[in-house]
Nanobody, 126 residues
Framework: QVQLQESGPGLVKPSQTLSLTCTVSGESITNTPYSWNWIRQPPEKGLEWMGVMAYDGSTYYSPSLKSRTSISRDTSKNQFSLQLSSVTPEDTAVYYC??????????????????WGQGTQVTVSS
């Protein structure tokens, strides 16, 4: 059984960097053909795809967030992480990590992701 679990601060101050980690169990993040995604949902808005790390460690980002986003991994812990810099209140959202079969650089339908974390609320406020 594959499980994903997000962790990180629930409150971040404006201009700071948001850092979240997704811990994966039941599947290695280095196994082909899976990709590991970060997705967020602001209040009363739809899902927004932020970026992805492929099984080989390559990364791709949403063009609208590329300048502020970084995804990294720790294969020894089977974790991948998100960093979003220079946050503003508009970055307030529920943040999810999710697995997808294959590598895609767009959101696609939610059912395209076979495993999701439970989501973690991040609020940007002073």
């Amino acid at each position: 059984q594959v499980q994903l679990q997000e962790s990180g601060p629930g409150l971040v101050k404006p201009s700071q960097t948001l850092s979240l980690t997704c811990t994966v169990s039941g599947e290695s993040i280095t196994n082909t053909p899976y990709s590991w995604n970060w997705i967020r949902q602001p209040p009363e808005k739809g899902l927004e795809w932020m970026g992805v790390m492929a099984y080989d460690g390559s990364t791709y980002y949403s063009p609208s967030l590329k300048s502020r986003t970084s995804i990294s991994r720790d294969t020894s812990k089977n974790q991948f992480s998100l960093q979003l810099s220079s946050v503003t209140p508009e970055d307030t959202a529920v943040y999810y990590c999710a697995r997808r079969d294959g590598l895609y650089t767009e959101l696609g339908p939610p059912e395209a992701y076979d495993y999701w974390g439970q989501g973690t609320q991040v609020t940007v406020s002073s």
